[in-house]
């Protein structure tokens, strides 16, 4: 028996047709009848979890309460107009629900009488219990059957799919259906012994369950059962990249040479900390094997990942290789070409800087002096490798700000037969669940530990109100000696910007601190402008640096000791952080203020707050993983992985872990998913990832 009815076209299916079909599609990726049975409900009502409206109480939880509409009006409201509906309960007692956006959809939506679920948090307006746009169901007819005790599960929708009759109801009837006619022919994918031994709910009946649970419990199990499939098979997908990367012959390095131990002893004026003795050794033992090194080194802002993987550069020129080093911006690499010239010239070597904007006679020289193998690096963004910058011996590419890429873009990376040592950077830490799905493949060094003498950076959130409080302590350590960044948002890095807002602000500050120099960096200045001013930052000629993001990475003045961030309602969290980082790198107590407006959306205040209430980098990311969700953390398309539909890496960590074992013992029992028992996960894998158009997953 075969399962190719699963990659029908869901238009066939009973009920759908064409027109749903299209709907479901956009709206909801839904294609074939394998999309359709793994559409999961996005919530289930029951009466054991119904919260009767006499019972209601404000709780940081959302609750879910059935009712029927009583009324519904459009409230015109001091700033604002509000949509407002009285939902009246089983036994008479009433809550409101409010709407303040889309409030002409949602009128037209409800009417007298209809019936309700409503779902969200419970907050209490005088003697009003009040929902603000919660989610909601029109149950009208079907609310008899939660009499029935059965639970009944709601789908995702939206405004198209109502349009088309795709409600939470026909869904089911269609599901229904559906499974009447083939829910026995469902095989399962897993192997048996992995169903064994991790003691999992046979897949057939995972998915009648997940549409039609007949408990709480069997609903359950059946969601362990499909988040683990579904993590499983990206773990497969890192096992086989795996194992396909330790197939693959790398360099071969000698043992550290003579310009390793002189950088590390001579050129640097600090000692490494142990944990970037450790990430060095590490790196080293993997480029001496013969087998192409991939490896992540993570550690926090400030940790000091920079010397790493230039002492690893200088490894690589010891043993007869160039390097390249990549960062994700222009700007970015324009600030590792300084300091890479600051560490390579005092051994006699000379770095290439590569960028688009270059003149065309210094970018021919540069591409020159690698091709011909006469400099060792070659630093610029990743449109080295893709451009094919042609290199003498090319042995190790290190990549900064690694969370940028992901895996597609790495596989990518490097197809036309180079296999350089690959060495990864990234300066946000990422939450253990996620470093095992999106560096799953790789092997990671930690630096978990500062440089010695550093004082963690006092966080401070400040409204315009207290501008002038905030000038007289800028003031205070200016006169201390210390400098300052003044930080202005941008929108978008690569488009024409709006730079009104630093340079405005750098005028104010010319006037308010006449005594001392003020200068100016921004992102459309030229390249040895910027340098200029950077370096006049650096050698203490500039005691305020205005800047646009420019400086968000990489930049290292340890005498500046303040960070001023404006609008920083208007950053992301991890960019925060890393503006927190430029400031701090002395032994000298550091302030990072953030300005922000009154205007802040619900997750600008989380951010700020994040901000104020840790300095470690890991809890800043775990927060920003959970304010913007594991899809939207890396961008799913960047990250190069399946959408997740049932399981949620911040919270099914446990089962994560079983999956990632379970998915790398088994390759390495069956590397190519050769064997019998094996051969229709091997199908199922192939057809998810040709969905995904993963082409580079490939089962050998
Ligand atoms: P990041 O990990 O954020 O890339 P950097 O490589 O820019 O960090 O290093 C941050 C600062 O710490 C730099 O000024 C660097 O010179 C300094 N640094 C790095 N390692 C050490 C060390 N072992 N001791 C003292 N200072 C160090
Ligand atoms: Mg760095």
Not at 260 to 282: C, I, M, N
Not at 475 to 499: C, H, I, T
């Amino acid at each position: 028996m075969s399962d190719d009815f699963l990659e029908q076209d869901v238009r066939y299916v009973k009920g759908v047709g064409e027109k749903r079909a299209n709907v479901w599609a956009d709206a909801h990726g839904v294609r074939t009848v394998r999309d359709l049975l793994h559409f999961y409900p996005r919530r289930y009502l029951d009466r054991s979890t119904i919260t009767p409206v006499e019972r209601l109480q404000e709780s940081p939880d959302p609750v879910t309460v059935v009712g029927t509409v009583q009324s519904t009006n459009i409230v015109p409201g001091k700033s604002q107009k509000r949509f407002e509906l009285i939902l009246q309960g089983e036994r008479g007692g009433r809550m409101k629900c409010t709407w303040f956006q889309g409030i002409w959809w949602v009128r037209k939506a409800f009417e007298k009488g209809d019936q309700l679920a409503v779902h969200g948090k419970v907050e209490q307006y005088g003697r009003w219990f009040s929902m603000t746009h919660p989610d909601f169901d029109k149950l009208n007819d079907e609310g008899a059957i939660l009499d029935t005790g059965r639970i009944v599960p709601l789908y995702p929708g939206g405004e198209a799919m109502e349009k088309v009759g795709l409600t939470s109801r026909s869904i089911r009837r269609i599901l229904y259906n559906l499974f009447k006619e083939h829910g026995l022919k469902l095989q399962e994918t897993l192997p048996e012994r992995i169903v064994e031994h991790c003691d999992l709910m046979e897949g057939r009946v995972a998915l009648r369950a997940i549409h039609f649970p007949k408990s709480q419990s069997e609903r359950a199990q059946a969601e362990q059962r499909l988040k683990f499939e579904e993590l499983f098979l990206i773990q497969l997908m890192l096992a086989q990249m795996r194992q396909q990367q330790d197939e693959v012959a790398g360099p071969a390095f000698d043992a550290p040479g003579e310009h390793t131990k002189e950088f590390v002893h001579d050129v640097l004026p600090f000692e490494l900390t142990g944990a970037q003795k450790r990430s060095l050794r590490e790196v080293i033992e993997d480029t001496q094997t013969g087998v192409q090194m991939n490896r992540l080194v993570q550690g926090d802002v400030g940790s000091g990942k920079t010397v790493v993987a230039v002492a690893a550069m200088m490894h690589a020129y010891d043993s007869g290789y160039q390097s390249a080093f990549m960062a994700p911006t222009e700007l970015l690499a324009e600030q590792h070409y300084q300091n890479l010239l600051e560490y390579l010239q005092p051994l006699g070597l000379e770095p290439r800087l590569l960028t688009g904007s270059q003149t065309k006679r210094e970018r021919e020289e540069a591409l020159r002096a690698l091709r011909s193998g006469e400099s060792p690096v070659a630093v610029g963004t990743h449109a080295i490798i893709q451009e094919e910058v042609e290199f003498d011996s090319l042995g190790l590419a290190v990549v900064d700000e690694q969370h940028r890429f992901g895996v597609a873009q790495r596989a990518e990376m490097f197809e036309k037969g180079q296999q350089p040592h690959m060495l990864l950077m990234t300066a946000t830490p990422i939450p253990r669940s996620l470093a095992m799905t999106l560096y799953g493949d790789l092997d990671v060094s930690k630096i978990d530990e500062m440089p010695p003498g550093r004082k963690p950076v006092e966080t401070q959130l400040r409204s315009e109100k207290r501008r002038g409080e905030v000038y007289a302590f800028l003031r205070d350590k200016l006169e201390q000696g210390q400098q300052a960044y003044v930080v202005y948002p941008l929108v978008e890095e690569s488009e024409k910007m709006d730079l009104k807002d630093a340079e405005n602000g750098y005028e104010n500050l010319k006037k308010q601190f006449p005594d001392y120099t003020v200068g100016l960096v921004h992102g459309q200045m030229k390249s040895d402008q910027k340098e200029n001013a950077m370096a006049r930052f650096k050698d203490g000629t500039i005691d305020i640096l205005v800047s646009t993001t420019v400086i968000e990475v990489g930049v290292d003045v340890p005498n500046a000791t303040i960070m001023l961030v404006e609008h920083a309602e208007r950053f992301g969290l991890s960019q925060l952080h890393q503006l927190r980082g430029r400031v701090g790198r002395s032994d000298q107590q550091s302030y990072c203020i953030l300005m922000a407006g009154y205007k802040r959306s619900n997750e600008a205040k989380q951010r700020l707050e994040a901000m104020v209430r840790t300095n470690d980098g890991f809890e800043i990311s775990e927060t920003d993983l959970k304010i913007r969700g594991a899809g939207d953390f890396f961008g799913t398309r960047q990250s190069g992985m399946p959408d997740l539909k049932i399981a949620d890496i911040t919270e099914d960590t446990d089962i994560l872990e079983e999956a990632r074992e379970a998915a790398f013992s088994l390759v390495e029992r069956d590397p190519h998913l050769r064997s019998e028992e094996h051969q229709r996960l091997r199908r199922r894998f192939e057809e998810t990832y040709a969905a995904e158009g993963l082409g580079f997953a490939r089962v050998g």
